[in-house]
C-alpha cells in the first residue's frame, strides 16, 4: 500500500534524508517517498489551516509512480532509486507546474465549505444554486420534509398554469451538481435538530417557507366546510398531507373566498373551471374526481376592501375573466375611485392595469339567464365577522356574516378597512380562506410571532436572546425570512442577498473549523433509521407519474400519498 | 528506460489534472465569441462568387453587446432568434425560470437606447403583465425571450438588471420605481 505523507508546507527539497540513514547524495537530488510526496504533494492541499481529512488523498493521484518497497507503514521512508535518475530541470518544471495547480485545486478543496440548505422550493434551490456558483469549494445539501422536491412549485402552483412549474429544469440542473445533494423525507425537528444540523455543516440556510395560515379569529372559523386556500391547494395538487381532505362540493352550490390575491383567484379558478379542461392537468386524481362530481356554480370571491386595492395580478385576472361561458359579476358602484385610489395607483402599474381589466370586465357582460352557468362574484368592502352554522347541519357552515366597510388611511397613509356598523348575510356551503400563510417556527429558532417570520438582516438570523447579535452560520431565505409574499422570481433576488451576506461573513471569517458536512448527515440519518430520499430516488417517482400520466394524457398523474411515494423510491 | 518513465509521469500527470478541479477565475472576463456559423460563413466567402450573397450571409446576424456588473460583451446573434437563447449560448447570464414560455419575469433587460427600445414592436399583453412583476421596473424594460434580432436591431445594447441593482450604467439613467 502506498505510504501517505499528511504535511508538506516546504517547496520540495533537493537533498532528503531517509529515516533509516542519512544518504549521501552525489545527485543533484534523491527522492526519497516523503520528497515523493512533498513533490506530488503540489497536487493535494498544504494550507496549515487544514486539518488532516479523514479520507486522505491516495497516493496514486500524485503524478510520481508508488513506491517501490511494499513495506507499507506511512513513517517508512524509502529511497527511490529510479529518482535518482530525475533532472533537475524536470524537478523545476515540476514544482512550478505543480505550484500553479496547487493554487488552483487548493483553492477548490481546502475551503470545502459545507452548506446546508433547509427546504427545497424556489427559496432553497435559489440559494442552492448561488452559493455552489460563488464558491467553488462548497458542498451544499438540501434537504426536504417531502419526499419530493421543489416545494410550491409542486404543491401551490395551479395545475393549469403548466409554464410556471418549467423552472424545476434550472432546479433540477443545480440537484445534478456534482457538489449538490438532496436528503428527501428529512424533517427539521423530528428527524435532525437545528443544534444537529449547525453542527455539521458551517452554513445552514432555513428556507422551508410557511406551511400554515393566518387565522381570522372569528366564530365559526372550526366549522365544516371551512378550510384555508392552503389546503384546498394542496388538496387538489396531491400533497401527501392533504390527499383526504374530502371537502364537501356535493352539497352546495356557492362557496365564499375569503381574500382576493392570485391564491384565491386559483382556487376560485378551479372551482369554475369544466373538469373537462382540468383532465389533462396535472390536477390529482381525486380532487378531479370530486371537482367532476361538485354542485359547486357560485363562488364569490370577497375582499375587505376595493377594486384598487385587489392583491391579484393582471394575468390570473385576465385569465380568469376569460373562462367560457362564465357570468362575471361587478358592480358598477364599487368601482368608483376617490382621490386617495388614484394617488395608490398612480405609480403602481400592477393596481392601475388589474383596475382597468376589473372596470372592462364589469360593463361587457351582461347576465345570461341560463340555468346551470357559472358565476364568479368580486365582492368588494366586506369584512367576515362571524360564520353562519346550518339549522339543519349542525357543526356544518352554511353562510358568512359580513360587515359593510369603508377605506380610510392610517398614520402610515395606507387605506385600510373600517366597518361601518352595517351587516350583510351570504349563504354557501364551502369556504375557502386565502387571506395569508404563516411560517412555523421551530425549537432553538428565533422567531418574531408578529410577523411570522424569522427575525433577520439580509438574511443573516439574528438571536434573541443574545442581544441583538448575528446567530453564527445561521440564515434564512424566502418566506420565512421575509413573509410570504411575491412570485418564485422575488427569490432570485432573495436568494442573491442571503449569499452576499453568507459570502462576507466567511470573508471576513475564514473557515478554518473541520464540519462533517454530507458525511455526518448520512452518518446521523442512519444511526436514526431515517430512510432519506436521493434526488435520483425522486427521478423514480418523477418517471412512474410521468409514465402513467401519460396513458390518460397528463403531463403526470400524481402520486398523492406517502406510502405511494416511498414505495416507489424503493424499486 | 528514462524516457518510458518520464511518459508515464507525463500521463499519470496530466490524468491528475484533469481529475483535479481546475478553478478558472472567479471573475468572468468577457471575450468576443466567434460564432460557428460565422466561421463557416467565412469558409463559404472563399468560395463564393457574388459579392451579394455575402451581403445576405452578413444581414444575417446583428450585433448585440450585454452589460452586466462585470462589463460588457458583444455577440452575434442570428435573426429570428430571441436575446434570451442568444444570451445562453453564449454563456450570458440572463435568467429564465419558464425558458421564453412568458410565465415569468426573470429574463428582463433594459434596452439601454430610448430610440432602439423604439424599434420593438410592443409588448403585448401577456408580456406587459410579466413586466409588471419584474423587479426594478424601469421605462425601457423588456422581456429578453421576447425580443427577437431583426436587421434593424444591429447594434443593440442590452442591460442585465443586475447591471443596475448596485452600479450605475454608463448613460443610463434608472427612472423611479
Known sequence: MPSYISKCAGPPPLVFFSSASIVPSFLPFRFSCNTLCCWCHSFR??????????????????????????????????????????TLSLHSAMSIFGGMIARKFSSATTRSLHVCVVGSGPAGFYTAEKMLKAH????????????TPFGLVRSG????????????????????????????????????????????????????????DRVLGIPGEELKGVHSAREFVWWYNGHPDFSNLTPDLKSTDTAIVLGQGNVALDVARILLRSPKELSTTDIANHALTALSESSIRKVYLVGRRGPVQAACTAKELREILAIKDLYVNIKEADLVKTSSDEEEMKNNRIRKRVFELLSKASTSRSPSQSSGQRELHFTFFRKPDKFLESYDKSGYVDGVHFEKTTLKENDSGNQIAIGTGEYEDI???????????????????????????????????ISSSNGGENEDGLYVCGWLKRGPTGIIATNLYDAEETVASISEDIEKKEVTSQKAGREGLVHLLENKKIKFVTFGDWEKIDFEEKKVGSLKGKPREKLATWNDLLEVTTK | MF???????????????????????????????VQNDSLDASSRKLFSTTTSQEENEDKQKISVTFF?????????VPIGMSMLEAAHENDIELEGACEGSLACSTSHVI?????????????????????????????TYRLGCQVIAKPELDGLRLALPAATRNFVVEGYKPKPH
Do not use: W
Open chain 1, 45 to 86: 492541499p498544504s494550507l496549515p489551516s487544514v486539518s488532516t481529512s479523514p479520507t486522505p488523498p491516495p497516493l496514486s493521484k500524485c503524478a510520481a509512480p508508488p513506491p517501490l518497497s511494499d513495506s507499507s507503514s506511512a513513517a517508512d521512508h524509502v529511497v527511490q532509486r529510479h529518482h535518482r535518475r530525475s
Open chain 1, 136 to 147: 467553488k469549494g462548497a458542498e451544499v445539501d438540501i434537504i426536504d420534509r417531502l419526499p
Open chain 1, 157 to 212: 402552483v395551479a395545475p393549469d398554469h403548466p409554464e410556471t412549474k418549467i423552472v424545476i429544469n434550472q432546479f433540477s440542473r443545480v440537484a445534478h451538481n456534482e457538489r449538490c445533494s438532496f436528503f428527501g423525507n428529512v424533517t427539521l425537528g423530528s428527524s435532525i435538530s437545528l443544534s444537529e444540523l449547525r453542527q455539521i455543516y458551517h452554513v445552514v440556510v432555513l428556507a422551508y417557507g410557511a406551511e400554515s
Open chain 1, 427 to 461: 349563504k354557501c356551503g364551502l369556504v375557502l380562506k386565502s387571506i395569508g400563510y404563516k411560517s412555523i417556527p421551530i425549537d432553538g429558532l428565533p422567531f418574531d410571532q408578529s410577523k411570522g417570520v424569522v427575525p433577520n438582516i439580509k438574511g443573516r438570523v
Open chain 2, 3 to 33: 524516457i518510458s518513465k518520464l511518459s508515464r509521469l507525463g500521463a499519470q500527470a496530466s490524468k491528475a489534472l484533469s481529475k483535479a478541479p481546475l478553478t478558472i477565475p472567479s471573475r468572468r472576463s468577457f471575450f468576443p465569441i
Open chain 2, 68 to 76: 452586466d456588473k462585470d462589463g460588457e460583451q458583444e455577440i452575434k
Open chain 2, 111 to 139: 434596452v439601454m437606447d430610448v430610440e432602439q427600445y423604439n424599434k420593438l414592436e410592443d409588448p403585448t399583453d401577456e408580456e406587459n403583465d410579466m413586466l409588471d412583476l419584474a423587479f426594478g421596473l424601469t421605462e
